[in-house]
């Protein structure tokens, strides 16, 4: 009973919390305060994909008394008039306006802690102890500014939210695009790695083997996007990205297998360049799934009503066509996200300058940080957390932040389909920015991976890890 009320307290104070149980082993606190962020932002992304599934308006709608219920509330914020019916309740509360709120809710509280936490070098900067501990006061303002979001009636604010959460995805993905350039080498390199050390040559068969697998998996995705995104003569747009990105990806594969830069960048190879180009092509696919010409798009997604209706009406003009909230254009982006904030928040690169960035500690600072002090015991009987930065903070505070914010904004552009909001506040309407902006992230995608590769031979005087 003690130990589960410590961990409860420790929620009001500025120690980390532990968990209620003497089995697990010892966790250090920037690892279990990263998991708690973490907690916290799977949290909203959840909620905001509860908020765009159909199946919550259509159950709205059918409580009769939920208008009554918090009409008093509704009349605080000026939007007593939209309380007629459930109807018009559900509209308020689910769709892209309550995304776009609970979005900024979060954006809010990752923003105000990324601006708290600047320059904090190790726990003993005061600060450290609201980035450990005060869980309770943390969720509390989180709650507090949703709700507060939930507010406002401002029938401009989704439109220039929007603009904002537009820029702030664009920035997400660029840094995306360095996480995966940079896990590609550090993939191929420990594999490499592995094979010089024990001469095994499974590790060379492995890497052989998912080159192969990449390589078919792109030559399959240019396939599918030359039948069903590019077959029409309307298409010209489509086929030209499909085609260039095709004379990109050949291109930086040959490169990376040519003898003077493999003398320079000896992890250089075919494995990167088939994770590369397979991602580049997946780039392109995302980039004609949010084109509004239903000749060149078999998605065809274009309008979203806020009553979260499933199929729009076809026609020319406006190209409508039916609608999927959490097709794959919206799975495997929100996948990815997931994949690249792990990478991010939990580990370590092999590459300084980003590592540099990222406020990772040095090789040093890292092996002195892993001494765990098992022997100190606090008699509570439950799990030992322990500090590892008194010396130095294991990442960057305010990039740990940054990040969360702009996975925030990408998120809410991701479920809302890249889609600009109308005047009305009923519709999302299609934008030809959504395809440019993913398009344009696969050719910086290539331009990042293509410069890592002649960096080493273009900057001969500079060492590169």
């Known amino acids: 009973m003690g130990c589960c009320l410590g961990t409860v307290l420790c929620c009001f104070g500025q120690a980390a919390?532990?968990?209620?149980?003497?089995?697990?082993?010892?966790?250090?606190?920037?690892?279990?305060?990263?998991?708690?962020?973490?907690?916290?932002?799977?949290?909203?992304m959840i909620l905001a994909c509860i908020f765009m599934a159909p199946a919550v308006g259509e159950q709205l709608v059918k409580v009769d008394s939920l208008c009554k219920t918090i009409k008093p509330v509704l009349t605080l914020s000026g939007q007593s008039q939209n309380?007629?019916?459930?109807?018009?309740?559900?509209?308020?509360?689910?769709?892209?306006?309550?995304?776009?709120?609970?979005?900024?809710?979060?954006?809010?509280?990752?923003?105000?802690?990324?601006?708290?936490?600047?320059?904090?070098?190790?726990?003993?900067?005061?600060?450290?102890?609201?980035?450990?501990?005060?869980?309770?006061?943390?969720i509390l303002i989180v709650v507090g500014i949703v709700i507060g979001a939930f507010f406002i009636k401002d029938p401009?604010?989704?439109?220039?939210?929007?603009?904002?959460?537009?820029?702030?995805?664009?920035?997400?993905?660029?840094?995306?695009?360095?996480l995966i350039v940079d896990f590609a080498h550090g993939w191929s390199a420990?594999?490499?790695e592995k094979y010089d050390e024990t001469k095994n040559r499974c590790w060379f068969v492995s890497l052989v083997i998912f080159a192969v697998l990449f390589y078919l998996f792109f030559i399959g995705i240019v396939v599918v996007l030359y039948v069903f995104y590019a077959k029409?003569?309307?298409?010209?747009?489509?086929?030209?990205?499909?085609?260039?990105?095709?004379?990109?990806?050949?291109?930086?594969?040959?490169?990376?297998?040519?003898?003077?830069?493999?003398?320079?960048?000896?992890?250089?190879?075919l494995l990167q360049s088939s994770f590369i180009s397979m991602y580049v092509m997946y780039l392109t696919w995302s980039s004609m799934a949010s084109g509004t010409n239903p000749n060149c798009n078999p998605q065809a997604i274009c309008t979203l009503s806020t009553n979260q209706t499933s199929a729009c009406v076809a026609s020319t003009g406006s190209a409508s066509q039916s609608f999927q909230t959490f097709g794959y254009d919206v799975v495997i982006p929100l996948v990815i996200l997931l994949i690249c904030v792990f990478y991010a928040g939990f580990s370590s690169s092999r590459n300084t300058a980003i590592n540099k960035v990222r406020g990772c500690p040095t090789k040093e600072e890292a092996v002195k940080a892993d001494s765990s002090p098992a022997s100190v015991e606090d008699g509570s009987g439950g799990q030992n957390v322990w500090d590892d930065e008194d010396d130095v903070v294991t990442y960057s505070y305010t990039f740990f932040h940054f990040m969360f914010l702009l996975a925030t904004l990408?998120?809410?552009?991701?479920?809302?389909?890249?889609?600009s909001p109308s005047t009305e506040q009923v519709t999302l309407n299609g934008s030809d920015a959504a395809v440019w902006v993913k398009i344009a992230s696969s050719?910086?995608?290539?331009?990042?991976?293509?410069?890592?590769?002649?960096?080493?031979?273009?900057?001969k005087n500079r060492v590169f890890e």
């Open 232 to 269: 029409e003569d309307d298409c010209k747009i489509n086929k030209f990205f499909v085609s260039i990105n095709l004379i990109f990806c050949v291109v930086v594969s040959v490169v990376s297998c040519l003898p003077k830069i493999q003398q320079y960048n000896t992890h250089s190879g």
């Open 17 to 44: 919390c532990s968990l209620c149980c003497a089995c697990l082993p010892s966790v250090r606190s920037s690892l279990a305060t990263r998991i708690a962020y973490l907690c916290l932002f799977l949290a909203g």
């Open 410 to 419: 990408f998120i809410m552009m991701t479920l809302t389909h890249w889609y």
């Open 156 to 178: 401009k604010f989704e439109s220039a939210w929007m603009v904002i959460g537009a820029i702030g995805a664009f920035l997400f993905i660029l840094i995306q695009l360095i």
């Open 190 to 192: 420990n594999w490499l």
């Open 83 to 138: 309380c007629e019916n459930a109807a018009g309740v559900a509209k308020l509360f689910i769709g892209y306006p309550a995304v776009y709120r609970l979005c900024l809710g979060l954006a809010c509280f990752f923003f105000l802690f990324m601006i708290i936490m600047i320059n904090v070098q190790s726990s003993k900067d005061p600060r450290s102890k609201i980035q450990n501990g005060f869980w309770f006061f943390k």
């Open 443 to 459: 050719w910086v995608c290539l331009l990042i991976y293509f410069w890592s590769l002649i960096a080493p031979l273009v900057l």
